[in-house]
């Protein structure tokens, strides 16, 4: 049974920094893309930053130069650091993973079959 679990969200102030960690089981993500997506209160999930099997990266356009998304295959494990973090960062980090084919691209949640339970991230001000 697939399994993704993060863990590392918390609360912190306006400008702080956390990790997220996801860490994946009952099969390997070294061949496919994974992905951060994140669900403020009221609003729909949206992408946040993707790393792919050759390791390239993107990243939603308010995220870019602050969050950074890396991936360790021999832990079959991705993260997320997360810098200069602001107030509207707040919401629930989910990770996700792919092992289908899909025509969605890598930054549309349709195209992840396999999601984490969910980390919640609360900035203040």
């Known amino acids: 049974q697939v399994q993704l679990v993060e863990s590392g969200g918390g609360s912190v102030q306006a400008g702080g920094s956390l990790r997220l960690s996801c860490a994946a089981s009952?099969?390997?993500?070294?061949?496919?893309?994974m992905a951060w997506f994140r669900q403020a209160p009221g609003k729909e999930r949206e992408f946040a930053a993707v790393?792919?099997?050759?390791?390239?990266?993107y990243y939603k356009d308010s995220v870019k130069g602050r969050f950074t998304i890396s991936r360790d295959n021999a832990k079959n494990a991705v993260y997320l650091q997360m810098n200069s973090l602001r107030p509207e960062d707040t919401a629930v980090y989910y990770c996700a993973a792919d092992d289908r084919f899909s025509t969605f691209r890598i930054t549309s949640f349709e195209r992840y079959n396999y999601w984490g339970q969910g980390t919640q991230v609360t900035v203040s001000s």
């Open positions: 790393i792919t099997s050759s390791g390239n990266t």
């Open positions: 009952g099969r390997t993500f070294s061949d496919t893309s």
